[in-house]
């Protein structure tokens, strides 16, 4: 079998791609909450020294390298640009981009010494349009964007696909910062009048990281219920 290690897996759309993938491969799960699970570790993404200190326990877990990572953990932070700190943009930086970016640069040596892997990165559909009041949340996502196309490049060669997933509004512990009347308005402006449910999400992460899926490299798909195709 192989080795997935997933990020943000404590919950909403990682916690369903943990689950629907452990009937198939080996998984290790990280998030900052505190889980009594042997293949599981607490940490905080936004903090770049954890990310070696990652990979080795999901490494010493698996007694093997990690085949497959799944970049998705993230937070949304909704206010007007000029009410972000310093603090909140390095912390959202780290967290929605350099940690993906560091933590597949950790993975690629063994992935490419095996001529296989897989990577899927979690963006959003506010990466690929702009959504404001979320400046750096949708920077965040289209660096990530880049990033998949760049990566896919880089380590094509190799049997490795970087793939990316963009979601619309999903229902997910992220999407309480909507109020009911503003829950409705995202229904209203959504071509198919409904949130993504996150088994949608992990269904295709299924897809992208198994063999059959092995020429779809560097792509973006917005999973997004029409979102971003107009109104
Ligand atoms: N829900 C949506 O509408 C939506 C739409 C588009 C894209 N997305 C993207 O989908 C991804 C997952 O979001 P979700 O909706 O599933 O949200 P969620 O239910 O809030 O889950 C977020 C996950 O990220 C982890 N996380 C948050 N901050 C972290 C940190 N500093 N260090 C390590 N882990 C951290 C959380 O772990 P703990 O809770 O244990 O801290 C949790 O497992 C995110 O990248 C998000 O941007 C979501």
């Known amino acids: 079998m192989k080795n997935v290690l997933i990020t943000g897996a404590t919950s909403g759309i990682g916690n369903k791609i943990a689950e629907i993938l452990s009937n198939s491969y080996n998984v290790f799960k990280t998030g900052r909450r505190e889980l009594n699970q042997e293949n599981y570790f607490r940490c905080d993404l936004s903090n770049c020294s954890s990310i070696?200190?990652?990979?080795?326990?999901?490494?010493?877990?698996?007694?093997?390298?990690?085949?497959?990572?799944?970049?998705?953990?993230?937070?949304?932070?909704?206010?007007?640009?000029?009410?972000?700190?310093?603090?909140?943009?390095?912390?959202?930086?780290?967290?929605?981009?350099?940690?993906?970016?560091?933590?597949?640069?950790?993975?690629?040596?063994?992935?490419?010494?095996?001529?296989?892997?897989?990577?899927?990165?979690?963006?959003?559909?506010?990466?690929?349009?702009?959504?404001g009041q979320a400046t750096l949340y949708s920077a965040t996502k289209s660096a990530?964007?880049?990033?998949?196309?760049?990566?896919?490049?880089?380590?094509?060669?190799?049997?490795i696909t970087v793939n990316q997933i963009n979601p619309g509004w999903v229902e997910t512990p992220l999407a309480d910062c909507l109020d009911e009347t503003e829950k409705q308005e995202v229904i209203d402006v959504t071509p198919q009048k409904r949130f993504i449910e996150p088994v949608e999400i992990a269904n295709l992460v299924k897809y992208l990281i198994s063999e059959e899926a092995k020429g779809l490299t560097g792509q973006n798909i917005n999973l997004c219920a029409g979102l971003s195709i107009g109104c």
Not at 144 to 159: D, H, I, K, M, P
Request: aromatic letters at 10%.
């Open 52 to 131: 070696d200190k990652l990979v080795n326990s999901a490494k010493d877990y698996f007694k093997d390298s990690i085949d497959i990572l799944i970049n998705c953990a993230g937070q949304y932070i909704y206010k007007p640009i000029e009410k972000m700190t310093p603090a909140e943009t390095d912390y959202l930086l780290n967290l929605n981009f350099k940690s993906a970016y560091l933590l597949s640069g950790a993975v690629i040596p063994d992935m490419k010494q095996k001529k296989w892997g897989r990577i899927v990165n979690i963006g959003s559909i506010s990466g690929m349009v702009g959504e």
């Open 144 to 159: 990530l964007s880049g990033f998949t196309r760049a990566l896919a490049l880089e380590v094509a060669e190799f049997n």
